[in-house]
């Protein structure tokens, strides 16, 4: 019986971010919104997958002040989990970086969204659904045409179709409580042991010059 709890626990935390691949996507305004700070930082957002992977690769990149999971892209004013797990607000599950523009640009923190993840999939392994695509969010020209850009030059690169979507910021919900930091507050947690820590990891791998000291 034990074991049989054991593989339960185990196979939930692995499935925890899985949604359905036929839900639908929300249509959004096509003018982005600026945010702005009055601490000399700025706000990015990207989604590529379950936001506890996401969270923790952002945080590591050197110039990165603080990362936020939560949810933009769709239509449902104050979405929950379970609401955008259903796939049907069109929200991603997103993270807002705030990083530090004298150490990292936006166009590095491109090149880390791209180096950590497949942009052909709906979805990064093992979440695939509307909630888990791939997206970059813009908040000015600037920012589109680095996007666009980017894409281009990733997409000369493969054989498969890339499927990140380009798309203008309109607004950013914060994730649940618990959801935030997840990855440094759950390290044993079977999704985290057998997902995020492993691409977590590929990603440092490939990009050292990139991760904070002592990460």
């Known amino acids: 019986m034990k074991s049989l709890i054991v593989l339960t626990l185990f196979v939930l935390g692995i499935n925890a971010c899985i ?3 036929k839900s639908p996507i929300a249509k ?3 003018e982005p919104i600026q945010t702005s700070r009055t601490d000399g930082l700025k706000n990015a957002y990207f989604a590529s997958g379950c ?9 590591s990149v050197k110039g990165v002040k603080e990362v936020v999971s939560g949810y933009s892209g769709g239509i449902t004013d104050n979405p929950t989990y379970k609401q955008v797990g259903s796939g049907n607000t069109g929200h991603a599950e997103t993270v807002e970086v705030q990083y530090d523009p004298a150490i990292i640009d936006f166009e590095t923190l491109v090149k880390v969204y791209y180096g950590s993840q497949n942009p052909t999939t709906y979805g990064q392994a093992p979440d695939f659904g509307s909630a888990y695509r791939s997206i970059i969010f813009f908040q000015n020209d600037a920012e589109m045409q680095i996007a666009v850009d980017y894409r281009k030059k990733i997409q000369e690169s493969l054989s498969d179709k890339v499927r990140t979507e380009i798309l203008p910021f309109e607004k950013f919900y914060e994730a649940e409580a618990y959801h935030q930091n997840y990855e440094k507050l759950n390290p044993n947690y079977p999704y985290i042991v057998r997902v995020s820590k492993p691409r977590l990891n590929r990603f440092k791998a490939k990009f050292p010059e990139l991760v904070k000291n002592g990460e």
């Open 19 to 21: 949604n359905n691949p």
């Open 28 to 30: 959004i305004n096509n």
């Open 51 to 59: 936001f506890w992977c996401v969270e923790a690769i952002f945080e």
